[in-house]
């Protein structure tokens, strides 16, 4: 154990660390003076149990969780099927499971799940080429059936991420360069379409979409493509709020608990999905672009560890994590400057909330896991090309 200590990447562990103060210092400026006075605290609780899981999963050889997958995604579905019927509400989303002191959110756990999973199912297909209709069918249903769960508690953010990471685990997979392009131009084909008959149509949707309980769609997509014509108090709110809170920041920021739209509460949830807006605020365009520069050294550093393992199923763990976590960066940033719709997605390793930080943490831990075991198969087998020593033809 104490070998594979010695093996471990210190700037992870580093870089987490000061993500991790500088969640606690964000999240006490969010909510000092609030209901939510306190959540710094649990915070800090969440992190204990964070770092317990990073370990935890580091020191466990991935190739365990790769070889129960089938259980784990089969779990992972049953979790999904049960909030769908007996889930706590929170924030409009059905997606939480009450336990007493805390709770949990499935579809949070759920992607971790997904990365384990198609893992184990692209590996088996040893390098192979993906066919159309055999491999990726087949496996989109695999990543379909949690959406359509997911989607169905109205979770949209968890629900695009199960998108993102068949995607990435499907181009590392060896999928053909024609299928990718074709692929790439149908879904950009099929998002401009969807855009230009929303902004056309828009009368028409809206009230279908009230007809059959859906307005909350059009409080997420409104401000996102018309914020023009979005109520600046209804649904356009949030996001009008956050833009202006980013644009105040400038540069430097206006200070640590001196944000003037955060600190008078004009800016709804500071202390999760919009942390990113405090930060902002804040400290600016040069605070914001460190917390970037974390991000990207960890990815960077998540790479590198993919590049260095030998054995096949490293690689796919890591880079379902990696598109995991760009989604969720690109996501939680973007639906506030106006790229990205607003969707209930957290800000990894900074917004406030156990389940997110725990799967985040043991994520980072499968990663070190690849770095820590993922040179053992190699190395324990008889290298084919080494040299050997001739047999006698007359021995």
């Known amino acids: ?56 999963m580091s ?38 499971i009450k336990l007493g002191f805390t709770s949990l959110q499935p579809a949070e756990m759920f992607k971790l799940v997904l990365i384990i999973f198609l893992t184990y199912v692209l590996v088996r297909k040893n390098k192979q080429q993906l066919s159309f209709f055999q491999d990726v069918i087949p496996i989109g249903l695999l990543a379909f059936i949690p959406f359509a769960l997911v989607m169905g508690i109205n979770d949209l953010g968890n629900a695009l991420s199960y998108v993102i990471i068949l995607l990435g685990l499907l181009w590392i997979g060896n999928v053909k360069i024609s299928h990718a392009l074709i692929g790439l131009v149908l879904l950009a084909g099929s998002a401009f379409g969807g855009i230009q008959a929303y902004i056309h149509y828009h009368d028409e949707i809206s009230a279908f979409m009230k007809e059959g309980s859906r307005s909350h769609w059009l409080d997420r997509i409104d401000p996102w493509l018309m914020p023009e014509e ?45 942390i990113f807006v405090q930060i902002a605020e804040e400290y600016g365009f040069i605070g914001s672009s460190i917390l970037l520069l974390l991000y990207f050294i960890l990815i960077h550093r998540m790479i590198l560890i993919s590049l260095e393992s030998r054995e096949r199923a490293g690689p796919f ?5 990696v598109s995991m976590f760009l989604y969720q960066i690109f996501e939680n940033i973007g639906m506030f400057i106006g790229l990205m719709p607003l969707t209930g997605i957290t800000l990894p390793f900074i917004s406030y909330g156990g389940t997110s930080l725990v799967i985040s943490m043991a994520s980072l831990g499968v990663a070190m896991s690849v770095k820590l075991h993922g040179q053992e198969v190699e190395e324990d087998m008889p290298d084919p090309h080494a040299h050997r020593p001739r047999t006698p033809k007359h021995a």
């Open 317 to 321: 763990l890591i880079i379902g994590i």
């Open 59 to 96: 020191l466990l050889d991935y190739r365990v969780l790769t070889k129960y997958a089938l259980y784990i995604y089969l779990g992972g579905l049953a979790l999904l099927v049960f909030v769908m019927f007996f889930g706590a509400e929170i924030n409009g989303s059905k997606g939480w």
């Open 230 to 274: 979005s109520d600046i108090a209804g649904a356009g709110y949030h996001t009008h709020n956050a833009k202006l809170a980013i644009a105040s920041g400038g540069m430097s920021g206006e200070g640590y608990m001196q944000g003037s739209s955060v600190q008078s509460g004009r800016v709804p949830y500071t202390y999760s999905d919009s």
């Open 1 to 56: 154990m104490l070998r594979k200590f010695k093996k471990m990447d210190y700037v992870i562990v580093f870089v987490l660390v000061l993500l991790m103060g500088i969640s606690i210092t964000s999240l006490y400026s969010a909510t000092q003076g609030t209901k939510w006075d306190g959540y710094h605290i649990n915070m800090i609780l969440f992190y204990i149990v964070g770092f317990i899981a990073f370990f935890g």
